[in-house]
């Protein structure tokens, strides 16, 4: 074991924060001193490098797919960037003044077809994180309640199918919601609590 976490410690610094974090359970004065680092060292670092110079990773929001805003901004949060990070804060609340469709939701397609389930979710996972604000992700928690599935779940295919909700959807729209609380909002958080505990066999 010790070889492993020793492995684990030469490598990226976003990896050496998530290994102190998570398996040798330092405290959190060391810990943010170390995610610091993140912004300017290794893949962090590199992420943030990659920025164009009209703010966007990639070509838009959501162009090309993987390597776009949306997806970067994802990843930058999986590493375990800082909150506080001033390129990703920026770049959330350019989705908020860009993207907000009527019913509250965010569409990067910027059409009248519905928002999508699965990236609402994963808006709400960074846009919590990078600290948007409670009042930006209320209309987000009521699209994802609007949407829910008969089942509990969530689906990216619930205008067709109203029973059968999706694990990836579903996961995406959870660790939304993990993130929404442990960013200290309380906009319908009873809700999300209830949400989360759904059991389909009571």
Known sequence: MDKIIEWLLDGDISLQCMTYRDLLDVGEPDLLKMQKRIETE???ARY??????????????????W?????????????GMPGSCAQCRTMVNRIFD???YKDGSINFAKTDLPSDV?????????SAYFGIGEKGLSGIIDY????RMHDGGFSWNYLKDKIHSEPHTTTAVLEGFHEYKEAGYAYRLQ???DAEKYDDNK
């Open 48 to 65: 943030l490098s990659c920025r164009n110079e009209n703010g966007h990773w990639g070509r838009h929001y959501y162009q090309p797919k």
């Open 191 to 193: 809700e999300i609590e």
């Open 144 to 147: 994802l309640f609007k949407v």
């Open 42 to 44: 290794g893949f962090g």
């Open 67 to 79: 390597t776009s805003t949306h997806y970067s901004l994802l990843d930058i949060k999986n590493l």
């Open 98 to 100: 860009e993207c907000v």
């Open 118 to 126: 699965c990236i609402n979710g994963m808006v709400l996972n960074y």
